[in-house]
């Protein structure tokens, strides 16, 4: 189980990304999503990374609140352009 309150930086260390504020901003600046792509099914993810992202979202567990969180910086653009 997990001991920790997940939050955004912690999701980066699962996922083996740099997780400080500004490789998150970096990130979810340059891998911006189109509407109809599912986080978990962006290409950029290895296979790995996507599974760990579809299993919690499934799961609805501790983890549900900051993959959301996450999904919503990666689909800034799209939402913009009211896509």
Known sequence: MF???????LLF???GLPADEAAIN???HTHQLP???ALPDAEFWSEGQSAFLREH????DEWIVIIDKLNQL???ESDKQGV
Do not use: G, K, N
């Open 57 to 60: 979202w499934h799961q609805d």
């Open 13 to 15: 260390e699962q996922l």
């Open 74 to 76: 990666l689909h800034v």
């Open 26 to 28: 970096e990130f979810t």
């Open 3 to 9: 001991e920790q309150q997940p939050t955004l930086e």
């Open 35 to 37: 509407s109809e792509v």
